[in-house]
């Protein structure tokens, strides 16, 4: 029987990402997943630093396995341990002493030295019957250069990794610290996977990275193309049908990229375009370098591109100084905008960044209020976007199959989760049922819709 391994994925859609490439590479290695963490020869975290929630889990998780782990060796199984992502990055040295568990640690940019490492540390694990190993360079040879790159059976819609790191030093924010300088792969081995991906039937890709409006990669001829560039050679390729891309940041949205929403009609009419703060005192504190006006300018002239583009957003409340006032600015400009979906926290301290040493930090209370508002409006906005698809006759790419029979989850254009009830397109001379809409486009007449998604049928 082939050992098993068992990933757990924390954080932003860069380690989802990460993560299937470290699957792709314990495949390689003979292992076969499990979404059992018992059954698991081998455990990776791929951890995430952003808030100190996200950041604490990953602890009590490790405490739950060194309990699956112990029992396990009173079966005679051996269970190794790799803590992965950013906060091993951030503190894999420290994680080390503090849970004694963990046999490797390993940062984002090490996944394809993952093999080397569990022989290193199955060797020390035979020599001294612990393992310590830890690998958190910034080697300058790409990762992606190294991993293999296995497309089948992944599903319609997929992420292709462009470009990471960040240079920008927002200052509440790790991701500068662990994921290092920005980095942006070349066109070529771009458009080498994203033609991959079309092969293997992927109909929809999202274009990935943590700022990935900065995105300039070497054309091959000594040239540098940009996003708006990179999204319309990927829109050449038969067969993807979709694109979209996140995250971006306001000050890199340029005219080509807001006039590819207009020309490229691939591109999806959705785009999430963080801003943080509607206060200019608390952009500016945050290093952000945009103004308010900047951003509901790019609001207007994304708007003028493409006039169904639904906007989605990155809200932090309650940062070091944050007024009642600078909070109501934030307020004012969510009811300009109108956003189809935002995510929204409070504020959390990261240590290393300038913003948790600011002596204006804002009472937890204060912080949870804020959040609430904001949320209420946020939710009230995003229930009012899906009520006004009702009527409506859209494309959705049908991914998964729902809780219920007769029943296909897809995305909507406007990335909305639609369950489609499919039961007048059963396909009875198919060995599975609906095979022949699963994996499609299909145009799905919206029936209703809730607060986090839509019901529809195929039209
Ligand atoms: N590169 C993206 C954001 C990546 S982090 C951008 O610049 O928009 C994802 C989100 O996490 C951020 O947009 C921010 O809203 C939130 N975030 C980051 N650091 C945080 C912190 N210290 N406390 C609370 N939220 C934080
Ligand atoms: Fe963090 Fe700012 Fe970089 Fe986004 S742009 S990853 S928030 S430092
Ligand atoms: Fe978290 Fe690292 Fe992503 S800190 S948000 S996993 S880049």
Redesign the pocket.
């Known amino acids: 029987m082939s050992k098993k391994f068992y990933i757990k994925t924390y954080g932003?859609q860069m380690n989802v990402y990460d993560s299937e490439r470290m699957s792709d590479v314990m495949d390689g290695e003979g292992y076969s997943a499990t979404d059992n963490p018992d059954d698991a020869d081998m455990v990776i975290l791929n951890t995430c630093h952003?808030?100190?929630k996200a950041a604490e889990k990953v602890y009590s998780d490790i405490g739950r396995l060194r309990q699956i782990r112990e029992k396990r060796t009173k079966d005679g199984k051996e269970t190794y341990l790799a803590v992965a992502g950013c906060v091993a990055q951030a503190e894999g040295a420290e994680m080390m002493r503090r849970a004694p568990t963990i046999d490797m640690v390993l940062g984002p940019q090490t996944y394809h030295r993952l093999p080397a490492m569990m022989k290193e540390s199955k060797t020390q694990r035979a020599s001294t019957g612990k393992s310590r190993v830890l690998d958190t360079d910034f080697p300058v040879e790409a990762k992606f250069d190294h991993l293999p790159k296995d497309m089948r059976g992944k599903g319609p819609a997929a992420f292709l990794t462009v470009q990471e790191g960040?240079d920008?030093f927002?200052t509440?924010?790790?991701?500068p610290y662990t994921r290092g300088t920005e980095f942006s792969r070349p066109l070529g081995d771009l458009m080498d996977e994203a033609k991959r991906m079309a092969d293997a039937g992927i109909i929809e890709v999202t274009l990935l990275?943590?700022?990935v409006n900065a995105y300039h990669g070497d054309n091959g001829k000594g040239g540098i193309v940009s996003l708006s560039d990179l999204i319309h050679h990927v829109a050449e390729i038969a067969g993807i049908e979709r694109i979209r891309y996140t995250?971006?940041?306001p000050r890199d949205m340029d005219a080509d990229l807001l006039a590819a929403h207009r020309d490229v009609a691939k591109l999806m009419p959705y785009l999430?375009?963080?801003?943080?703060s509607g206060s200019n005192a608390i952009l500016d504190a945050m290093n952000?370098k945009h103004s308010a006006e900047r951003y509901m300018e790019l609001v207007v002239e994304l708007r003028a591109a493409r006039p169904d583009i639904a906007l989605s957003?990155?809200?932090?409340v309650g940062?070091p100084g944050e007024s009642d006032a600078d909070f109501e600015a934030t307020m004012e400009l969510v009811r300009q905008v109108q956003y189809a979906q935002a995510?929204?926290?409070?504020?959390?301290?990261?240590p290393g960044?300038p913003?948790?040493v600011m002596e204006t930090q804002v009472d937890e209370s204060v912080k949870a209020a804020r959040l609430a508002e904001l949320q209420a409006e946020l939710n009230k906005q995003q229930s009012a976007f899906n009520a006004a698809s009702v009527g409506q006759k859209m494309a959705v790419l049908l991914e998964r199959r729902g809780k219920f029979e007769h029943q296909l989850v897809g995305r909507s254009p406007f990335l909305q989760a639609v369950y489609v009830d499919v039961k007048d397109k059963l396909d009875e001379s198919a060995h599975t049922p609906y095979t022949g809409l699963m994996g499609k486009l299909v145009d799905v007449e919206i029936i209703s819709g809730g607060p986090n998604s839509l019901q529809g049928k195929v039209a």
Do not use: M, W
């Open positions: 932003c952003i808030r100190e960040c920008k927002c509440f924010c790790v991701v990275g943590q700022n995250t971006s940041h999430h375009l963080p801003i943080q952000r957003s990155d809200f932090i940062f995510y929204s926290f409070k504020y959390s301290p990261r960044t913003a948790s």
